[in-house]
């Protein structure tokens, strides 16, 4: 395939340069709307170089992991931009983790600082002694709410929150917002320092960290707002709305492509409930969305759809998963616009895009960015595969860093070099047409779509393996129309075990992984299918579940 990646004007900028450019520009334009409050470029300016600041006085250094374990929220951008310009290290994780997941990120980031929820201060709680964790920093969703605002969702009980014991190395979020601000942002080097470090899915059963630097961001940034959105995108005037959480890097990738990056507005959604999304489309005149296929199902289902206008909608993409024809179609006889594919990974960030200057192919996931190469192997060879045949999707930019954090086997595993260049392995195979645009075939089998979250079928079965009474789980996706796969495992007990049930397995579960994560269903058998060197055959038990499927 042609590699577009000769470019290197992305090279020298931090994931806040156009951040700040549209702040000269814009200062007044609103960056967010948050439950109805507005932030001015210049004021969300302000209070991330307050936040900045404080984190400074506390101790955080340029280097330094922060985690944030918050909602979609303004605090949580806020705190992006703030720990951005001081050099340190974002490490965003799902607010609806649970302690056990919890303490293992602390411990394998090496974070000391993390902002959390007061809904989930309790979890925090219980790490903070054995983790080392130093600083705790608490925030409610409502926190930057006029008074009169957060008075009302008290009165009528519609703000979750949860009790906090502030002392010693715990402060709430607003106390920091008073600080002096930041007086100078850090020297970075957007090629060789970190700005994030996600986690995804690990084979051996733990999540790996994912470090990313500056330019590996900014460079398909760059490319989305420049190449896919182009002319259709409106500078200062635009409107998008960010409906997925934020520490998804399509999410936050897209998130700056249409909103900071070009002082537009965007409408911040914490939790994706259909009519306020809609009210929020309706009231705001949104042009942009970035959804699953999931999501958009629900909006079609929607028994109030057609009390809404939304007649200013017109970019639609969706990532995390293939969308379904059947809700492309339905979405386009209703609204008369299209749904436009995204793919990309947490290891090289966003890969590829339908274009929007014509109508999506069905079944494509779009053409490649300019900062990333992309080519199809066999997965067993590495060589390449003949035209029209499909194949293992691997990924090359000179922006990303190659590898993951502190994790070898792993990083052997899946970056490969090729005609001198590291590419990424994607575990994704697909097809490409005359056009250059890639088509999804199937996913590897270790992982599951669930709701657009990638799921290590490993990680959950590494939980159930550790129960007392298991011998061996194999973990697999079930298709289904809704949510893309529920997750299904297939246990063997000990011979000796009594009285545990599926249900058991579940609260096991429950209590150690994010509820997306917990398997629907439980089967017990005598074995599972291995090969002759003992490697655990999930695709065979997949492949059985999908035929069960058809006869059904």
């Not at 630097?213 to 989305?224: E, K, R």
């Not at 269903?521 to 074995?527: K, L, Q, T, V």
């Amino acid at each position: 395939m042609i590699d577009r990646t000769a470019d290197n004007s992305f090279a020298d900028e931090m994931t806040y340069t156009r951040f700040d450019m549209m702040v000269g520009k814009y200062p007044k334009n609103t960056a967010i709307i948050y439950m109805g409050e507005k932030f001015s470029y210049s004021r969300l300016f302000d209070l991330s170089a307050r936040f900045a600041g404080a984190l400074q006085d506390l101790g955080v250094r340029k280097g330094d992991r922060v985690m944030i374990y918050v909602s979609n929220c303004v605090q949580w951008v806020i705190a992006f931009i703030g720990i951005q310009k001081l050099g340190a290290v974002l490490v965003p994780v799902s607010p609806i983790y649970t302690s056990h997941e919890i303490d293992y990120m602390v411990r394998d980031s090496g974070a000391e600082t993390i902002i959390c929820l007061d809904t989930n201060f309790c979890y925090v709680r219980e790490v903070m002694e054995k983790t080392g964790l130093k600083r705790v920093i608490v925030t409610n969703l409502v926190d930057q709410l006029p008074p009169w605002k957060r008075y009302l969702g008290v009165l009528f009980d519609k703000i979750p929150n949860g009790k906090v014991d502030y002392g010693t190395g715990v402060y709430s979020f607003n106390s920091l917002l008073k600080h002096a601000p930041l007086k100078t942002p850090a020297d970075i080097d957007p090629m060789k320092d970190l700005s994030y470090l996600l986690y995804t899915g690990g084979t051996t059963g733990f999540p790996k960290g994912v470090p990313g630097n500056h330019s590996g961001m900014t460079s398909y940034v760059n490319d989305v707002t420049n190449d896919v959105a182009g002319s259709r995108l409106f500078e200062g005037r635009d409107v998008y709305i960010a409906v997925n959480p934020l520490f998804h890097i399509m999410a936050l990738g897209l998130f700056m492509s249409i909103g900071l990056n070009k002082g537009n507005a965007t409408v911040l959604m914490p939790v994706p409930q259909v009519d306020a999304i809609l009210e929020s489309i309706q009231r705001f005149g949104v042009r942009w969305i970035l959804g699953v296929p999931a999501l958009y199902r629900m909006i079609l289902d929607n028994d109030r759809l057609d009390h809404y206008k939304l007649d200013s909608l017109l970019y639609c993409f969706c990532g995390g998963d293939v969308l379904p024809v059947e809700i492309y179609n339905r979405w386009e006889a209703h609204f008369n616009i299209p749904i436009y594919q995204v793919y990309g990974s947490t290891e090289v960030g966003h890969v590829c895009y339908s274009r929007i200057d014509k109508k999506p192919k069905p079944g494509t996931i779009g053409l490649p960015l300019r900062s990333r190469e992309c080519i199809i192997v066999n997965p067993a060879t590495l060589e390449p595969v003949s035209a029209g045949e499909s194949g293992e999707l691997l990924v090359y930019s000179p922006y990303t860093i190659k590898g993951y954090w502190n994790k070898l086997d792993e990083t052997e595993r899946t970056c490969v070099t090729i005609g001198g260049k590291v590419f990424c392995r994607m575990g994704d195979f697909v097809s490409v047409d005359d056009d250059g645009e890639l088509y999804y075939v199937e996913r590897s089998a270790d992982l599951i779509k669930h709701k657009g979250y990638r799921i290590s079928a490993s990680e959950v079965e590494a939980i159930l393996q550790d129960h007392p009474t298991v011998i061996g789980a194999c973990v697999v996706g079930v298709p289904d129309a809704r949510v893309g796969e529920r997750i299904k495992a297939i246990v063997v007990l000990k011979e000796d075990a009594r009285g545990v049930g599926g249900s058991d397995l579940i609260k096991w579960c429950r209590e150690r992984l994010a509820s997306y994560k917990v398997p629907a269903y439980i089967e017990f058998r005598d074995m599972l299918p291995k090969s002759k060197v003992g490697k655990l055959l999930r695709r065979e038990i997949r492949d059985e579940e999908r035929r069960r499927i058809s006869k059904d």
